[in-house]
């Protein structure tokens, strides 16, 4: 376990201050990830069966008024649905923007090596160098797992409006 924690404090250090800031991101975008994969799972499952259950219990269903109430009521479980998935796709959008910036605070860091060497000193530089590239491949592996979880999530909640709204006919009269 101490070995584990000292090679992320090492990773850490090589990719400098701003690897700690896209950690951060991508575990807090993971665990809204996990708790919305975990409402669609369990609690949707049984919210969608109480809805149902209770437009079925209605006896009138083909009025305008029914029509108005099945609305609200696929809104409702829409809504539920789809919060979160917005901040989410947020948070995949930041973490390229945050690899960006490591990029940019590495290559100071590389140009600052070089005004004080006055050369182009491999070794020095290369401390430098690390701080650019790793920062801008966490961002980048944030945002690629993060983009296809999002997505699902996504598809995930019009799917299941559709299945609603199928599972709620109206009863038209002829």
Same mark, same amino acid.
């Given at each position: 376990?101490?070995?584990?924690?000292?090679?992320?404090?090492?990773?850490?250090?090589?990719?400098?201050?701003?690897?700690?800031?896209? =950690? =951060?991101?991508?575990?807090?975008?993971?665990?809204?990830?996990?708790?919305?994969?975990?409402?669609?799972?369990?609690?949707? +499952?049984?919210?969608?069966?109480?809805?149902?259950?209770?437009?079925?219990?209605?006896?009138?269903?083909?009025?305008?008024?029914?029509?108005?109430?099945?609305?609200?009521?696929?809104?409702?479980?829409?809504?539920?649905?789809?919060?979160?998935? $917005?901040?989410?796709?947020?948070?995949?959008?930041?973490? $390229?923007?945050?690899?960006?910036? =490591?990029?940019?605070?590495?290559?100071?860091?590389?140009?600052?090596?070089?005004?004080?060497?006055?050369?182009?000193?491999?070794?020095?530089?290369?401390? =430098?160098?690390? +701080?650019?590239?790793? $920062?801008?491949?966490?961002?980048?592996?944030?945002?690629?797992?993060?983009?296809?979880?999002?997505?699902?999530?996504?598809?995930?909640?019009?799917?299941?409006?559709?299945?609603?709204?199928?599972?709620?006919?109206?009863?038209? +009269?002829?």
């Amino acid at each position: 376990m101490i070995e584990i924690l000292e090679s992320i404090r090492d990773f850490t250090e090589t990719g400098g201050q701003v690897l700690l800031i896209i =950690g =951060g991101l991508i575990f807090v975008m993971w665990l809204m990830i996990l708790e919305r994969a975990m409402y669609v799972f369990v609690t949707h +499952k049984q919210y969608k069966s109480a809805v149902i259950a209770k437009w079925q219990a209605r006896a009138e269903r083909s009025s305008w008024n029914s029509e108005q109430i099945r609305q609200a009521m696929i809104s409702r479980v829409s809504l539920k649905l789809s919060t979160g998935v $917005p901040i989410i796709q947020s948070l995949v959008a930041l973490c $390229p923007l945050l690899g960006l910036m =490591g990029t940019v605070t590495g290559m100071i860091e590389v140009f600052d090596v070089m005004a004080i060497s006055g050369s182009g000193n491999a070794r020095s530089m290369a401390s =430098g160098v690390s +701080k650019a590239t790793i $920062p801008t491949m966490a961002g980048m592996v944030g945002a690629l797992s993060g983009v296809f979880a999002s997505t699902w999530l996504a598809r995930t909640a019009k799917k299941e409006r559709a299945s609603l709204e199928d599972s709620l006919r109206l009863e038209r +009269k002829h």
